[in-house]
């Protein structure tokens, strides 16, 4: 049995990581982002109802023996997937290899997507430079959340 949850500062690889030990393990993954936000053609970045995020949270603990899910979060309502993790990681290679990575994945986007102008596209990649700079300063309330229930998370560099 495998449940592995993957955390990470934006640019860390969690995706990438997620699905990688997923295929090895023939397990689903789940990104956190999927259960947060609504996200349809034209129409980025709308927050799911909290009850509406909770209820697809439930679901998939309850209809999935084994998983790999991922995310940034640190909020109270992601503590159901770190009680039921067998596995903790949490990704941490330098804020400069995280920034070089979102400007690569950043740049390949915008080839392929044109529902935003040029000048969007900028803003809102300098925005995710400006909050991977600062995510460190939140990495303590998910380790203190994860302390509280005696388990020990893995550092991958």
């Known amino acids: 049995m495998a ?10 690889g969690k995706t990438t990581y997620a ?17 947060k936000w609504i996200n349809q053609k034209n129409n980025f970045n709308v927050e799911r109802p909290k009850e509406d ?4 949270r439930d679901k998939i603990l ?14 109270d309502w992601i503590i159901p997937i770190l009680e039921q993790a067998d596995r903790i990681i ?3 290679p330098s804020t400069t290899v995280r920034q070089w990575r979102i400007i ?9 997507i044109e529902q935003k102008t040029h000048k969007e596209n900028v803003v809102t990649l300098f925005k995710l430079l400006v909050w991977s700079r600062s995510y460190d300063k939140y990495l303590p ?8 229930l ?3 998370p893995e550092f991958i560099r």
Not at 3 to 12: A, N, Q, R
Not at 64 to 73: F, K, L, R, S
């Open 90 to 92: 949490i990704l941490k």
């Open 62 to 75: 309850s209809e999935n023996d084994n998983w790999v899910i991922e995310g940034i979060y640190t909020k």
């Open 150 to 152: 005696n388990k020990t």
């Open 53 to 56: 995020r909770l209820k697809l």
């Open 141 to 148: 309330e998910l380790l203190a959340k994860i302390q509280k």
């Open 19 to 35: 699905k990688k030990l997923a295929a090895e393990n023939n397990i689903p993954h789940f990104d956190l982002d999927d259960i």
């Open 104 to 112: 690569k994945r950043s740049c390949r986007r915008m080839l392929h």
């Open 3 to 12: 449940k592995i949850f993957i955390s990470g500062g934006p640019g860390s």
